[in-house]
């Protein structure tokens, strides 16, 4: 199937770049999830606007099984939809070889 001299599918891009524009947009609730974690001060207990660490880690335990849960749904090949991996820019599906970006 892995054909790299045929011009890409403009289909298949623009599905692609949906998906990564999606994807992007998980950053901010993982950063946040991210300062949550470590504004929590181990001396007074208290986080983010004086909040405790319980349900400061609660949030940010949900944010990133949230974060996780729509990458596994959302990060997939619009083609064969394996998942794409860690990285945030392939060029080609490992599985199928379809070419996803330009
Ligand atoms: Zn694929």
């Known amino acids: 199937m892995i054909d790299q001299g045929s011009p890409p599918d403009e289909e298949i891009l623009a599905e692609f ?5 999606k ?3 998980t950053l901010p609730f993982a950063m946040l999830a991210m300062i949550l974690l470590v504004s929590v001060d181990e001396q007074s207990g208290l986080g983010l606007g004086g909040l405790p660490a319980m349900p400061l ?3 940010a ?3 990133i099984l949230g974060v996780m849960a729509f990458s596994l749904k959302n990060w997939r ?4 939809n394996a998942y794409l991996g860690r990285g945030m820019a392939p060029r080609y599906c490992r599985k199928c070889g379809v070419q996803l970006k330009r």
């Open 17 to 21: 770049k949906r998906r990564q524009k």
């Open 23 to 25: 994807q992007w947009m």
């Open 57 to 59: 880690s609660i949030a």
């Open 61 to 63: 335990i949900v944010l």
């Open 77 to 80: 090949c619009p083609t064969c």
